[in-house]
């Protein structure tokens, strides 16, 4: 099945700061990459999606870049601020899993003032 | 807030006991997941259901069942309780209405409910 890693494992980034994480997935025929933000005691929070039509998206500070071909996708937070502060997920679905979601470990991202 | 409701919120039994969780999906979502997060195991896939018939199964283990009701909310149920189990079960769900879509449906989660096994 689908297999996904992610890096770093923590973040610590100076408030103004650029933060960025990554993912690679394993199997080629993924084609949605959607990201997560979850706060302590809270459930998994949909930040940003891409599917695999697209190179790059962006929302305001938020951007993700998705590279088929070495099976590697992004996430890129800008202008960091202390409410970013959280653990966050990459996930993959559509290959043979078909639409549930495989996650990678995630990152604890720690902004600083 | 997501839409997704679970309940309880909060969950305290002992070892060898069952316990039911419950979760209602966003209003005219079809698929139902379920996933346990634990801190050595981070977002573990359990099962989904799709208009109440089991669509893809993950790592459940045997003493663990699930069930999708005509209404479409969903129930996990968990039987002989071990220490292990304690962790924090997410209930999400999507729309699904499209049927040719193998992928790329947005899946929201619930807040979760916290298992603790003692």
């Known amino acids: 099945g689908e297999n996904v890693e992610q890096h770093p494992s923590t973040l610590s980034v100076q408030e103004g700061d650029s933060a960025v994480i990554k993912c690679t997935y394993s199997d080629s025929a993924s084609n949605y990459f959607p990201w997560y933000k979850q706060e302590l005691g809270k459930g998994p929070q949909l930040i940003i999606d891409?599917?695999?039509?697209?190179g790059e998206k962006k929302d305001q500070r938020i951007a993700v870049t998705l590279n088929k071909t070495a099976k590697h996708f992004s996430l890129h937070i800008t202008e960091t601020q202390p409410e970013d502060s959280a653990v966050y997920f990459c996930a993959a679905s559509g290959g043979i899993g078909g639409n549930k979601l495989t996650f990678g470990t995630g990152t604890q991202l720690k902004v600083e003032l | 807030d997501s839409g997704v409701t679970q309940t309880p919120k909060h969950l305290i039994t002992a070892t060898g006991q069952r316990v039911t969780l419950r979760c209602s999906p966003r209003?005219?979502?079809?698929?139902v997941y379920w996933y346990q997060q634990s801190l050595d195991q981070g977002l573990q896939f359990l099962i989904q259901?799709?208009?109440?018939?089991?669509?893809a199964k993950g790592n459940i283990l045997e003493r663990f069942s699930a069930q999708q009701f005509p209404d479409l909310h969903s129930e996990l149920n968990l039987s002989s309780l071990e220490l292990g189990d304690s962790a924090l079960y997410f209930c999400?769900?999507?729309?699904?209405?499209?049927?040719?879509?193998?992928?790329?449906?947005?899946?929201?989660f619930g807040e979760g409910s916290w298992l603790t096994v003692v």
């Open positions: 891409i599917r695999s039509n697209v």
């Open positions: 209003s005219g979502d079809l698929s």
């Open positions: 999400a769900s999507s729309s699904d209405r499209d049927r040719t879509l193998s992928s790329g449906n947005t899946i929201y």
């Open positions: 259901y799709y208009n109440g018939e089991e669509r």
